[in-house]
């Protein structure tokens, strides 16, 4: 969009005296920031509105994401900078003796998602809106977000994140579309005079879903998206029916807080009244609209995609049936046709904890008009499957089964198509979690490898790297990604490798600066940073990156002179509050940290940085400074991971088991340009039907590894409970279940090769390109296309040399 500097000074100005009524000069950094957020969002209203009124003038086609978490990381910048408008504002602010950088730092990161299924949301949005598709983001405005972890002698303690606190400049509160949500109650079927059977409901504790809808800006293609969050609120015309606060507690309470569990399912009935809240809000106001425009219901497969983000959504496909059999009075066949068509499903994880099933009873008490229909969803299907495929399978694939929903269950054979995040994991669905499933409907299931958008993992992330490829190759890749693998030509030209090492050096020296403000820690930006941030999880594996750096401390100690390259072991992690297991692996390191950070023995050659409270925020400050990913998932058990894919973009190299996307990364970058250990998910299928591992037998074989495991108990490392002996436990007593031991010599003769290769910096800074020019086909943009072809049959509704184009991959 076309702003000149002299315009947004003066719009600034305004805009900042309309809301203070007091100059600019006198503002605090919050007024500065919302008074420029504000002054953005009047530059997208036009955008969004538009395009608006362009989908529902050429009727297209939309898609509506539905899901319970959505992580989109601060806005000001990417809005800025997607309108083409960043460098004007700067410029402006910079005039009016302002910083941008410092104003940005004043939002709030919305962090209303765990961990990855919600950055992908959030990059799917992106990625929607810059293709130029209409892609309709539908979720719940927690009004707390993720706890905000502190550490505490070690431990992590968790606190409120309350995020609404200021305000939230993005959103707009849209009145004219609430939804009424009814919950438990009685209902009976009657016929009418029509001959229909329709529902009737008695003590239903109805609750009002209000909509608060936020622009998601397209990269500079005219296109704004909506991401509409609901908050739940008593109905203005019950208002008078509570007499105390907390009486309205049920209702306040659906909205109030996230869940705080990655991949693993807590069946609480709060949960499932968030489900059904979001789910029945989002198809009430998808039917509305093609009430207003008079469609035709069974064009609905032609004009809606719903798109369910894992289980947590599934009762969209009960939900649609019922709006479209109760009040729309179609037959049970029609509505079903139309159901099937219109819903598909993302899987993202093959952790059975992960997987949710809700007691029936629970079910039935809290939505007894859904759980009819999920009964009757599960009778035909049981009817159809019986004679074709036997006991043995229909039984193992019902929705009902031993007093529980299977909401998985449920998904597959409510929607027309089932997608993994990474070829692996989709052989692992077909092969395996989902089995049977794959018998009776082989056509329905497909892979989609996960993406990251560019724009704010590299381009806004990282501006000292997106400066060097656009003099390299020109600017043609942020519009067309596959460009980037132009950059492989410099793989030799010693210019482009240096400033590549340069432009490392000084993310890093920033990182080093930021660690020293935040955790007191001094450490040397010429030494290796090895960065492992995600969610904490056995699977995972920071307990591995643990037994490495604790064995490397004792191999320093016990020869000070040993050629290790100078590393910084670096951490951001959360763990849920319930997961016992995870916090004591996070206090073993915290713990391990002030040992070695202190130790005078050890100076540069080993430090340890677990920062607190990693999010969206903190990832941007920490990728692009990465010199190796850490990828250590014991293989077979992480779905995908997208931090592999920001890490590489970034020019780290990755040090992987063959696991999730680090496979296809492998494939792309060439295994020389990447350090691969460890078991295959073959060799951890083998171990695990033959049950010969024993762990013990390693402990007692490996002096190096017993060495390690012993300092654990040994009172080597300092304030420490029984966290040490719980993790040795859980490691040699309890046959170590993901395998960590096993894989323990290959992870450090691979992080050993890691120190070779540093010590040849212009090799290293040949393989960082070499995986900054492959990270192409990681882009959302291509993962996107590739669902609104094969699965959302979307398409671009902008001009084809307008935003992104995507050539080829
Ligand atoms: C969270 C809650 C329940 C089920 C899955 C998750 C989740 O975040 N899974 C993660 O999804 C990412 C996006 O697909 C993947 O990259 C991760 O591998 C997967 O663990």
């Given at each position: 969009?076309?702003?000149?500097v ?26 500065l920031?919302?008074?420029?957020g504000?002054?953005?969002?009047n ?35 990417s ?11 700067k ?7 302002l910083s ?9 990161d919305?962090a ?15 990625s ?52 009424m949500?009814r ?30 809808d ?10 704004v998206?909506?991401?509409r ?15 105390t606060?907390?009486?309205?507690e ?23 009244k968030?489900?059904?809240?979001m ?12 009430r ?8 609905i ?11 947590h959504?599934?009762?969209?496909v009960?939900e ?30 093959i ?30 299907f ?17 929705i ?5 929903v ?25 092969n ?24 704010r993992?590299?381009?806004l992330?990282?501006p ?5 490829i ?12 596959s460009?980037?693998?132009?950059f ?40 290796l ?6 969610r904490l ?49 996070i ?7 002030d ?10 050659k080993l ?13 941007e ?39 999730g ?18 078991l ?10 033959n ?5 013990r ?7 190096k590894?017993k ?30 279940e ?6 323990f ?23 960082s390109?070499?995986n ?17 072809d ?5 398409r ?9 184009h995507?050539?080829?991959?």
């Amino acid at each position: 969009m076309e702003v000149t500097v002299k315009q947004f000074v003066k719009e600034f100005k305004q805009q900042f005296q309309s809301m203070y009524a007091y100059s600019y000069e006198e503002g605090s950094n919050e007024q500065l920031y919302n008074a420029l957020g504000l002054l953005v969002k009047n530059y997208i209203s036009s955008y969004w509105k538009e395009t608006r009124e362009k989908y529902i003038k050429n009727s297209v086609k939309q898609v509506y994401y539905f899901s319970m978490e959505f992580l989109p990381g601060r806005q000001l910048r990417s809005n800025a900078y997607n309108l083409g408008l960043l460098d004007v504002v700067k410029e402006g602010l910079s005039e009016l003796e302002l910083s941008f950088d410092q104003l940005a730092e004043a939002e709030a990161d919305p962090a209303l998602g765990n961990g990855g299924l919600g950055r992908l949301a959030s990059c799917f949005m992106d990625s929607l809106a810059s293709l130029g598709m209409a892609g309709n983001g539908n979720g719940i405005r927690y009004q707390y977000g993720l706890f905000r972890q502190k550490f505490v002698d070690g431990y992590q303690v968790e606190l409120p994140e309350n995020w609404l606190r200021y305000r939230n400049v993005w959103e707009t509160r849209n009145d004219k579309s609430t939804c009424m949500v009814r919950f438990g109650g009685n209902v009976w079927l009657e016929e009418n005079h029509q001959g229909h059977l329709v529902p009737h409901y008695e003590n239903t504790l109805n609750v009002l879903a209000v909509p608060y809808d936020t622009p998601m800006v397209g990269y500079r293609n005219d296109t704004v998206n909506n991401l509409r969050l609901w908050s739940a609120e008593i109905p203005v015309e019950e208002e008078a029916n509570y007499h105390t606060i907390e009486e309205t507690e049920p209702i306040k309470e659906i909205t109030q807080v996230l869940y705080p569990d990655d991949s693993n399912y807590e069946g609480r009935l709060l949960r499932l009244k968030q489900e059904y809240f979001m789910v029945s809000a989002g198809v009430q106001s998808i039917i509305r609209h093609f009430r207003k425009y008079n469609v035709p219901r069974k064009n609905i497969p032609d004009k809606v995609a719903i798109h369910i983000n894992d289980t947590h959504p599934a009762l969209v496909v009960p939900e649609l049936m019922r709006i479209l059999i109760d009040e729309e009075h179609l037959s049970w066949e029609q509505a079903w046709e139309i159901t099937f068509k219109t819903c598909s499903y993302t899987n993202h994880t093959i952790l059975r904890e992960a997987l949710e099933k809700w007691p029936i009873d629970m079910m039935k008490e809290l939505l007894p008009r859904i759980y009819m229909i999920i009964e009757e969803i599960n009778n035909r299907f049981v009817e159809n499957t019986l004679p074709l495929y036997g006991e043995r399978i229909t039984w193992q694939t019902a929705i009902l089964q031993n007093g529980v929903v299977n909401m998985a269950h449920l998904a597959v054979i409510g929607s027309h198509s089932v997608n993994g995040v990474a070829k692996l994991h989709t052989d692992i669905l077909m092969n395996d979690v989902l089995k049977d499933f794959f018998e009776l409907y082989p056509e329905r299931f497909n892979n989609k490898t996960n993406g990251i958008t560019q724009r704010r993992w590299v381009h806004l992330a990282n501006p000292e790297l997106t400066k060097l490829i656009d003099e390299k190759i020109g600017e043609n890749w942020k519009l067309t990604p596959s460009e980037l693998k132009v950059f492989k030509g410099f793989e030799k030209d010693k210019d482009t490798l240096n400033k590549l090492t340069d432009v490392k050096l000084k993310n890093k020296k920033r990182l080093a600066d930021y660690i020293k403000e935040v955790k007191g820690i001094t450490v040397d930006p010429n030494a290796l940073f090895d960065v492992q941030i995600k969610r904490l999880h056995a699977y995972k594996r920071q307990h591995l990156n643990l037994l490495h750096i604790l064995h490397r401390y004792l191999e320093i100690k016990a020869d000070p002179s040993a050629d290790y390259v100078p590393r910084v072991f670096i951490f951001g992690a959360k763990a849920a509050p319930s997961y016992h297991y995870a916090k004591q692996i996070i206090k073993v390191i915290n713990s391990l940290a002030d040992l070695v950070n202190n130790d005078p023995d050890v100076g540069d050659k080993l430090k340890i940085v677990f920062f607190e409270n990693y999010g969206v925020s903190l990832a941007e400050k920490i990728i692009p400074a990465a010199d190796i990913s850490e990828q250590i998932s014991l293989a077979s058990m992480e779905a995908s991971g997208t931090s592999n894919m920001k890490l590489m973009a970034n020019g780290a190299l990755t040090l992987a088991t063959l696991d999730g996307a680090n496979i296809e990364i492998k494939d792309f970058v060439g295994e020389e340009n990447l350090f691969v250990f460890g078991l295959s998910s073959k060799e951890v299928y083998e171990l695990k039907a033959n049950q010969s591992y024993q762990a013990r037998e390693l402990y007692e074989s490996n002096p190096k590894l017993k060495n390690v495991l012993d300092a654990l108990t040994s009172g080597t490392i300092p304030n420490l409970q029984d966290e040490g002996y719980a993790l040795f436990d859980s490691l040699v007593n309890f046959n170590d279940e993901y395998f960590v031991l096993k894989d323990f010599a290959s992870y450090v003769e691979a992080q050993n090769k890691v120190d070779d290769l540093y010590k040849d910096q212009n090799e290293w800074a040949r393989k960082s390109l070499l995986n900054i020019a492959s990270s192409a086909p990681f882009s959302a943009d291509y993962t996107i296309q590739r669902y609104a072809d094969d699965i959302w049959k979307v398409r671009s509704c902008v001009e084809e040399d307008e935003g992104v184009h995507l050539v080829d991959e």
